[in-house]
C-alpha cells in the first residue's frame, strides 16, 4: 500500500497557540496556500482513494488537494480527527503554564480528554483497516499533527511521545507499506512544500 499523509494547513488557531483538539479551526490566508501548494505538488500522482478527517480545518484542506481527483472517492472520518484534548480544548498553552509537568498531564492524566492509549489504538485500527481494505491501492489522507504522529509512529514501529517528532502544516509523507508477521516494514519520503 502507498500511504501519503498530508497535515490541514495552518490555522487561525495555530498561529495564536491555541490548543484546537476537536475544534474546527479556519484556515490562514497561509493555511490555503499552503492547500494548494500541496494539491500542485501532488496532482499527478495517481490516488485511489482520500480519506479526511471530518473537521473543518482538513475538510478545507483536502478540497484544495481533491481538486485535481474529482473522480476518485472521498471519505471523511472521525477516525482522523485529532486527540480529543478534553479541558485544554482552545486553551493556549500560556493560559495552561505550558511546561513538561503540562505536556505530561496532556499525553496521560486528563480526565476529560481522550487517553493516550486510546488515541493510539485508533491510529493502529485505521492503518490495518486501510492495509486490509485497500493494500494495493495508494491512499491519501489529510488529519492533524497528533493523529499523523500516531500513525507514523504505528508505522514506523517508533515511540510518539519520544520518536516521532511534530511535522508542519505543509510536510507531505509518503509511506510503501507491506506488512509481514504482523509488522509494517516500509520506505518513506518527507517532501516540505514551500
Not at 72 to 81: A, G, S
Request: glycine share 6%.
Amino acid at each position: 500500500m502507498k500511504l501519503i499523509i498530508t497535515r490541514h494547513g495552518e490555522t487561525i488557531e495555530n498561529t495564536k497557540g491555541i490548543m484546537q483538539g476537536h475544534l474546527p479551526g479556519k484556515l490562514t490566508k497561509k493555511g490555503i496556500e499552503q492547500a494548494k501548494k500541496i494539491a500542485i505538488t501532488l496532482k499527478n500522482e495517481k490516488i485511489d482513494f482520500f480519506f479526511s478527517s471530518d473537521l473543518k480545518r482538513a475538510k478545507d484542506t483536502i478540497k484544495e488537494i481533491y481538486k485535481y481527483h474529482k473522480s476518485k472517492p472521498l471519505i471523511y472520518t472521525e477516525k482522523l480527527r485529532e486527540k480529543d484534548l478534553g479541558e485544554l480544548t482552545g486553551k493556549t498553552k500560556k493560559e495552561f503554564n505550558w511546561s513538561l509537568k503540562s505536556y505530561y498531564f496532556v499525553i496521560y492524566e486528563n480526565k476529560e480528554g481522550e487517553k493516550n492509549k486510546k488515541f493510539l489504538k485508533r491510529a493502529k485500527n485505521f492503518i490495518d483497516y486501510l492495509y486490509k481494505n485497500y493494500k494495493e491501492k495508494t491512499i491519501l489522507i489529510t488529519c492533524h499533527n497528533g493523529i499523523g504522529r500516531a500513525i507514523i509512529s504505528y508505522i514506523t514501529n517508533k515511540e510518539y511521545n519520544k520518536d516521532i517528532s511534530s511535522f508542519n502544516n505543509n510536510f507531505i509523507y509518503l509511506f510503501e507499506i507491506i506488512k509481514k508477521n504482523n509488522k509494517y516494514s516500509y520506505t518513506k519520503k518527507r517532501k516540505i512544500i514551500k
